[in-house]
């Protein structure tokens, strides 16, 4: 049988979808990019704030054109199961996250065909290039922020078996995967709840020489250890620091329910790069949270212009059902909520512009992973960026033609506000 798939949300509910679709495959499935070839078509959808809801609604309706079975997975269909199946019934079938353990009884059942063994979260059919993948080593949180719906959604904080994860980097390794994107809803806080750390991780995962890149995504700050600082101290993992801070102002960040302080906060900052050469810094902030005055964001925009991060993105408050901010008194005007985010993204602009100009005769190493036939150029894995092209999109040339997978040095040469131009000057290694 067919199976078509639209995958939508982040990048743990894409793993989320790697793993159903290899008990698909094992189960005699083959994955079609045409809807009209499908059998079936699976939807893994993301609940996580309103813009990403509608998306998801509005892939399902679109999927319904085609009149094929639609099986509905993912945050959506967790978080909002009994009202979708009142207002969906195009939906033939919803597999919220509880009900993965059991997916062979479900399939079996809806497909009238037997379905063999349970989801492995060693074994994906990755959605990724060749040579990229997501380890995604926790599910759920505990932080419970008060403006995020993550912990309903998914649960309590759950660090993967670090033997789990031993067996994945081995199979990843086999594979030849060369970049290597370690992820979770809070990266710091891994191995907590089972006697391990993030930095023992990192120790295991130094074991595996192929990978050339290896990032750690959502770290919240205040779990960061000096220990896990260290790690970066070789080279061997890349000096990329995604750091969620959310705001710098101290009232607003109790009002958020988040720990630590801005002085603490900044204080981390400076470590970083202090004792780590050339980091790569990146966050989010959020604007427009209840009862923010221009006083405080008086003071984000302070804090960012002084810190200068490399990469920011900018939310703007949404009111999620079943957090606590969803009720909170002196909601922000929607009107005063956009004119700040212009105004944060008006400064992060002139940052990103004047920092990528600077790295204009710099040279990086660069992992080759896609061609582009209409702008002839090469796509690549860096230390500036993140492997999703979230941050921004370096635009390699080369005179000679390469493979996906080589390895080069690339210089830059010219600069946009958030991309990067670069031409390769040599091969370190091919594919």
Known sequence: MNIGIVSLGCAKNQVDLEEILFFLKKNGFETVNDPELADAILINTCGFITSAKQESIDAILEMSKYNKPLIVSGCLATRYLDELKKELPEVSLFLPLEDYPRINEILSDFFSKNFDGEIDPRKR???????????????GCNNFCSFCAIPHIRGRFKSVPFKTLQDELDILDQEKVRSLTVISQDTSMYGRDINSSLASLVRE??????????????????EVTDELI????????????????????DRIL?????????????NLIYKFRK???DPILRTTVMVG????????????????????FDHLGCFIFSPEENTPSFKMKDQIPEKTKIERYKRVMKLQKKISYKKNKDRINKTYRCLITSYNEETYSYSGISNIFAADDIDGHLDIYSSEKLN?????????????V??????????????
């Open 254 to 266: 109790r009002k958020m329910a988040r720990r630590g302080t801005r002085e603490e906060i900044k």
């Open 230 to 249: 260290s790690e970066f101290k070789d080279g061997k993992i890349t000096p990329y620091f995604d750091l969620p801070v959310q705001h710098f102002s």
């Open 205 to 222: 995962i130094k074991k595996h020489d192929s990978f050339d890149f290896v990032k750690l995504m959502y770290l919240y700050p205040d």
């Open 125 to 139: 059919v990755r959605i990724s290039s060749k040579y990229e993948a997501y380890l995604r080593i926790s599910d």
């Open 418 to 431: 958030y991309d990067l131009q670069g031409e390769v000057i040599s091969i370190i290694r091919r594919s």
């Open 404 to 416: 996906i997978g080589d390895l080069v040095e690339v210089k830059i040469v010219n600069a946009l």
């Open 289 to 308: 949270f209840p009862s923010e005055t221009e006083e405080d964001i008086d003071i984000l925009l302070k804090d960012l212009e002084e810190i200068q």
């Open 275 to 277: 004792e780590i050469k």
